[in-house]
């Protein structure tokens, strides 16, 4: 049966999620593409895995204590395996060369269950999405939901060669109907797909939603800055770049001061000073925190926050989001005390 969760439930769940580790099976390795690979994962014990919804990704504990966040690419509606896709980067810090290199199918390993800060608008009258090569596995999950629901899409799918493409052979169907193009651009991106003319149109009622390398991710966000708020959605995986656009990203960059941070349920309240995070201060006396980015974009430290103004400086939450956590790696509080949920 399809489990559909509300959308308080899908905040909900994957923060107290987060928490929740799974022992998982490497059921299969299989290759999609040049130094691509999927990667199914069941549970060790043979039971259903936790729902999730499209646009969600899962933390891998690797061996040598690395974990990496990898968005799940199979259909929503599946709970008997979660599955990723994965590019071997030769120039990344390890944690997909460790994949690759180090898991092998049958064996063990420790997974999160399934957090979200990518979802699809419940109520877009048509979505565009754009995909920067490895990029397409959220987007692979969230095309499965809008085909589901019935609702007009238009995938934009960015990619150096046909050989370093993955999913073209389950795309073929979609571009052949018109509902997706491929662009190559052979590592150049000037050859590739045109932004500005792109993105230069909104229609009402249509919603972005993009995941990719930094460059073309802040391409986008700078040829759809002109989008309705609310309207652009996007999922990184580095750190954003130091574009300073609105002023709440000027206040964010403001030179850091002190301030209390404040733990309500264990009644415990620490000074965070400039040049430590709230992270470093909980750790430092004895308080368990999970991380894994520590630069704000994976979601793993997200925090629910009861009282005081945080200074957000993570890349993963929403306007929405931002009234309720905080990403405690990197954010600091314009109030003197910030009080968290912990
Ligand atoms: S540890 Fe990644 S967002 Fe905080």
Redesign the pocket.
Known sequence: METVLTRDEAIARPERAARRKIEARVKSIRPLAEDVSAFEFVSADGSALPPFIAGSHIDVHLPGGMIRQYSLCNPSTERHHYVVAVLRDAAGRGGSIAMHDALHAGQIVTISAPRNHFQLSADAAQHVFIAGGIGITPIMAMIDEVQRRGEAFHLFYCARTPQRTAFLDVLQPLIDAGDASVHFDGGDPRNGLDLSRTLAQCAPGTHLYYCGPSGLMDAIETASAHWPDGTRHCERFSAAGTRVNTPEDHAARRPDTPFEVELRRSQRTFTVQPGESIVDVLRGHGVEVD???????????MTRYLEGEPLHR?T?LDAEDREEFV????ARSKSPTLVLDI
Request: glycine residues 12%.
């Open positions: 991380t894994s980015c520590c630069e704000g974009y994976c979601g793993t430290c993570d993963v990403m405690i790696c990197c």
